[in-house]
């Protein structure tokens, strides 16, 4: 059964995403637009929550790290400088017949994959989206979505030190929208045109970048491990010098085994000074650091943990996906982390008589207080547990009939199925010594 699970994986997250809500085709009543994805209500939840553990863990719980948000759109000087006008493509190669476009570097042919036709000479297609700001639509009036979020903090790096009086080693944290015009996209939310990133430059006394680079390399791979994700489906993998982006000196992807390969969730890179140094260049400022303790002018390095909203979403869905023999049938549960799980808890009268009603209702405004909880009347007890398992809540509160007589409750736990009664007044602290993370 495992295998079969497997074979079809994707298949089946992807219609349970859809089915539940949580991820649906973008403009889907007009036949949808090309790898572009909407949130749905559960979606949109579990998204937050990803992007919430990823701040508290990065932002928040530490002294050296302090967050930003800028403008997706940016001075156009801006990606001369970080090298993103003339570095930033992929080399693009078009079928004569079909015209259907490829990435000359993933064909393992020289033939249209398609229709068998030969192919053009590869030409360098930049990623960038263009357009233009305000309404006259000429060279000089031409904006680009940013490619990544990275470039909004090296900008504001004076602005960040001046106003925080931060010392070295500082870090800067943003999360985002950034736009690719990716030649091949697809593997659902994994490569799309449009998607967020959580970005990470830790600014470091150059000397001490690769203990740097060593650390959040261990902490980026640890933090995925801490909200579920298997060991064995998770790896770094080191970028051959000859693979290195213009700006890095070093970089080491955490890679997790998707259903269909091994896929980059993320990336350290250790830059360098190549941002601030270009910026500095291109806009005419200074951006150095003066060190107090060494009584020294430098520029300080980068290193950067840069990882994908979405792509990270996938990889928790699929690694908590699981089909289980429960009695005679199937049933299909996300063994999904209580930190990132949508809907944290559920209460479930056991009849939809109007004595239960009040008590219900009662608990379930007092669970809602705290966490995100949701409210199910409808059908059996036991297909209303299946509903849940499906879209991951840790925790189900029956209220039956006992209750009004005994003024205790049933809590049901997810991945053991097991069931414990506690008195109601206990509810709140028993859910939250369970739900503590
Ligand atoms: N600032 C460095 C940077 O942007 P990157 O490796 O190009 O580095 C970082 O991107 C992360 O952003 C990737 O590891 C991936 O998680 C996510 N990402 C990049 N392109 C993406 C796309 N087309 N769709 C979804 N996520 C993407």
Redesign the pocket.
């Known amino acids: 059964m495992a295998e079969q699970v497997k074979d079809n994986k994707m298949e089946k997250l992807v219609s349970l995403c859809k089915r539940r809500g949580f991820i649906f085709p973008s403009s889907e009543i007009y036949g949808g637009l090309s790898s572009c994805w909407d949130y749905g209500p559960l979606g949109v939840e579990m998204k937050r929550n990803i992007k919430d553990a990823w701040w508290q863990t990065i932002v928040q719980s530490r002294d050296d790290v302090v967050g930003l948000d800028t403008s997706i759109l940016m001075h156009p000087r801006v990606w001369e400088a970080s090298g993103h006008i003339t570095g930033f493509s992929d080399p693009l190669v078009e079928c004569k017949k079909c015209n259907l476009r490829f990435r000359a570097d993933e064909l393992k042919e020289q033939k249209c994959g398609t229709c068998g036709s030969p192919l053009s000479e590869p030409r360098q297609f930049n990623l960038m989206f263009k357009t233009f700001m305000g309404p006259v639509e000429d060279q000089a009036a031409v904006v680009y979505l940013r ?4 470039q909004g903090i090296f900008v504001n790096f004076e602005n960040v030190v001046a106003s925080t009086r931060k010392k070295l080693p500082l870090g800067i944290a943003q999360q985002g929208k ?1 736009f ?1 015009n ?1 030649i091949t ?1 697809g593997n659902f ?5 449009e ?1 967020e ?1 959580m ?1 990470l430059e830790f600014f470091v006394k150059p000397g001490t970048d690769m203990e740097w680079f060593d650390y959040w390399t261990n902490a980026r791979l640890e933090w995925y491990k801490k909200l579920g994700i298997r060991p064995e489906n998770l790896r770094l993998a080191p970028h051959a010098k000859e693979d290195l ?1 213009h700006y890095a000196r070093c970089c080491t ?1 955490v890679e997790y085994q998707f259903p269909w390969n091994w896929g ?4 350290i ?1 250790n830059r360098g000074d190549f941002d601030l140094k270009q910026h500095a260049k291109f806009s005419g400022k200074g951006l150095s650091y003066f060190d107090e303790e060494s009584k020294e002018t430098i520029i300080p390095y980068v290193i ?1 943990p ?3 909203v ?3 979403m996938l990889a928790f869905l699929c690694d908590a996906y699981a089909e289980e023999p429960d009695k005679d049938e199937i049933r299909i549960v996300l063994h999904l982390h209580p930190a990132i799980a949508p809907v944290k808890v559920a209460a479930l009268p056991l009849s939809k008589k109007e004595t239960l009603t009040p008590l219900a209702q009662q608990i379930y405004s007092q669970l809602r207080q705290t966490w995100a909880a949701a409210y199910d009347d409808a059908q059996s007890i036991g297909r209303r547990y299946r509903r849940q398992d499906e879209i991951g809540t840790p925790y189900c509160v029956t209220i039956d009939f006992q209750s009004l007589e005994d003024k205790q409750v049933t809590i049901r736990e997810r991945d053991s199925m097991q069931q414990i009664r506690v008195p109601i007044t206990e509810l709140k602290n028993v859910l939250a010594s369970k739900l503590s993370f």
Do not use: K, M, V
Not at 147 to 150: G, I, L, N
Not at 189 to 193: A, G, Q, T, V, Y
């Open positions: 490619p990544e979020t990275a950034s690719r990716e996209t939310i994994f490569r799309s045109r998607f990133q970005e982006s992807d980059e969730l993320e990336g890179a950067e840069s990882a994908g979405d792509r990270s």
